[in-house]
């Protein structure tokens, strides 16, 4: 995995209780956050699940800051924008490591991968995805 970053603008208006979120290189894409303190979390949300899904699609992602790529944007209708620069896990090269498990678990492994028809680097891959989701909330 590489890690990328894109500008996402953060604008609340005053009588607006909730932070708006855009991302100027993925137009279309938005989030709220209802706290500025949810809004990167938020924000890596929205980012996060936009990546993958265009990567599903075979879609090319727009280029990034690390290609010195600044999207420009209207800035007209925002109050009082805040630039920030939100990073997002994108595809890599697969590679390959050497890890012990019980082998009873391994054999639960292997038994649901062959179930779903996912490959067991697939199935654990899926699960570690899961898990870190759940435990970051991200």
Do not use: C
């Not at 007209?76 to 896990?89: C, F, K, Q």
Request: no cysteine; aromatic share 6%.
């Amino acid at each position: 995995m590489a890690t990328k970053y894109y500008l996402a603008i953060v604008d609340r208006r005053p009588e607006e209780a909730n932070w708006s979120i855009i991302f100027p290189a993925f137009p279309g894409v938005t989030s709220v956050a209802e706290t500025f303190a949810d809004v990167m979390r938020q924000a890596k949300d929205a980012l996060a699940s936009t990546v993958e899904d265009m990567a599903k699609d075979h879609e090319a992602l727009p280029p990034s800051i690390e290609e010195d790529a600044v999207p420009d944007y209207d800035r007209s209708p925002y109050h009082d924008p805040r630039a920030l620069l939100v990073p997002v896990e994108t595809a890599g090269r697969a590679l390959r490591v050497n890890v012990s498990l019980d082998e009873g678990l391994l054999a639960r492994i292997d038994d649901v991968s062959k179930r779903t028809g996912l490959s067991r680097s697939a199935l654990l891959a899926r699960g570690a995805r899961m898990l870190i989701a759940t435990e970051t909330g991200l």
